[in-house]
């Protein structure tokens, strides 16, 4: 056995099923190992040939967010490795367990400032929790297995380099004796009743409590909203946990911290009146405890699946790790009954009111620009409202970073667990199309749609080729505005933000799918029923949308918009 053959027994061990990436010379022993697995056994890993570096990191990053095992990564020596930084930085930010294998230049040709010989372990060591070089086969063994416990362990990004010459030698029998066992699914066990107890009272004794879902309290849903029940309790959703839980139950009041867009004023009320806020796998707490000057101003209980996963950066009057559904469980049932208040029913009906309004003042304006001689545009409300008529639990969603997100954010309404996939912490462009390549890949029985602008499908664009390569039945929903209208909407003229796109539905054509434009005068039952039509290649919709049809934003982030 050699090196590379080590790395991918190992990597089997841990669960890993894929490696995305894009070879070079470096890389042929890899490759060559991926080549002598044996197709017939259940652990054999697939080789996922990307366009893109970074898109080969953003779907190992997808990966590892969907189902919580360990995203892996390959990329080759010099330009491989710096392209796929942005891909990298998106799990360390989102804390999913990711992987980046990189190839060096040979032992004998580095540091002599050869043919793409850079410095890769000190490059992503200021960005990463652990990054290293492997420049003896004696260490590949201690080296990979620490890299993946930590990874996993922690939820974090790591890196390990390794030049081709190494990768080809034999491993020494005694090396590969032993391997980490089986990673990335969370041992059962029980929450200590006297923490559940202490956790509890605290709980019964909260006025005004919230409870808030992130992206690890999938699978915890209905136990979450039981709980909200018994404490008659508003549920919020950070934009990692949309589809958490059933929205279309009376206590769900939206989605807050939108890429700096808390969207709603009445869903953001809602947690600056809290007392005590509950958060269920909630990766990034600030939108819910902080005030603009990002001090704590609110109470939380942390529940985690893991404590690794817990924040330290604010006071918590307690944080419970462990199996989600059987705490939210454990929670209600030491709860007496609250009465239903009409806290709940203001605040619902205040936000059901401003999504009233949006639907009303889009209709009144597509009434005065229509003309004999107009074009009418698509209207992504419209879009999106038929779009959640088709949603249904054999469905999982990514979402792009654009105005398109905030649409996305306020008005899909996910009632059946559905998971949308989303680059939370970094918000970066691109994200869509690979994480819908990785999803559809890991979840085959499902069917994978998205959502993306033309700026960021000009940015990893080129994947539809994989996705085609692939035969993947993709759904790719492309806003079609021709501008970057996040950064046109801050401008008092809009300059430097056009774009002159494609046609996107001949391109998915020329990758051998299929596609349809919509415009106002399209009959969207009709595109809707061929996209989700059974098939084996992707299908876009070119949704072109008006530029001057901006996303609605609370009144509180108009007076003084920050990002975006």
Known sequence: MNVADHILSVLAKAGVRRIYGYPGTPLVPLLAALARQDPRRPDSIQWVLMRHENAAALAAA?????????????????PGALQAVCGVMDAQLDRAPLLLLSGLVPRAHQGHWDFQDIDQAALYRGLLPA????????????????????????????????????????????????????????????????????????????RRPVVVVGRRAHGAGAEILNLAERLDAPVIAALDGKGAVDESHRL???????????????????????????????????????????????????????????????????????????????????????????????????????????????????????????????????????????????????VDTGSHTIWAALFLRLKHGQRMLVSARLGTMGFCLPALIAAQLAEPGKRAIGLIGDGGFGMTGMELATAAALRLPIILVVVNNGVLQNVSAQQAEPWGVALANPDFVALARAHGGDGAAVDGRTDLDQVLDRAFAPRDMPFLIDLRCDPALLAPLSRWEAAGQQGG
């Open 62 to 78: 997808a990966e590892a967010k969907l189902t919580g095992r360990l995203g892996v990564c390959m990329v080759t020596s010099g």
């Open 131 to 206: 990054s290293v070089a492997c420049i003896s086969a004696g260490q590949a063994a201690a080296l990979l297995r620490a890299q993946v416990a930590m990874a996993v362990s922690r939820g974090v990004a790591t890196h390990l380099a390794l030049p081709p010459d190494l990768l080809a030698e034999t491993l020494a029998a005694d090396d590969a004796r032993f391997a980490p066992p089986p990673l990335g699914a969370m041992q059962e066990r029980r929450v200590a009743l006297p923490a559940l107890s202490a956790a509890a009272r605290l709980l019964g004794e909260a």
């Open 252 to 398: 769900y009041l939206g989605v807050l911290g939108i890429f700096g867009f808390p969207g709603i004023a009445a869903t953001a009320r809602v947690v600056a009146e809290a007392d005590l806020v509950v958060a269920f796998g909630v990766e990034n707490l600030k939108p819910f405890l902080t005030d603009g000057a990002h001090v704590q101003r609110r109470a939380v209980l942390q529940v985690q699946p893991e404590p690794a996963f817990l924040s330290a950066e604010y006071e918590s009057l307690d944080a419970l790790s462990g199996p989600m559904p059987a705490i939210a469980t454990a929670l209600a049932i030491a709860q007496r009954p609250a009465p239903s208040g009409g806290r709940v029913l203001e605040l619902a009906a205040e936000r059901l009111a401003v999504m009233e309004d949006v639907l009303a003042r889009l209709e009144q304006a597509e009434t005065a620009a229509a003309t004999p001689l107009a074009t009418p545009l698509a209207n992504p409300l419209d879009f999106l409202l038929q779009l959640n008529t088709r949603l249904g639990p054999d469905h999982v969603l990514a």
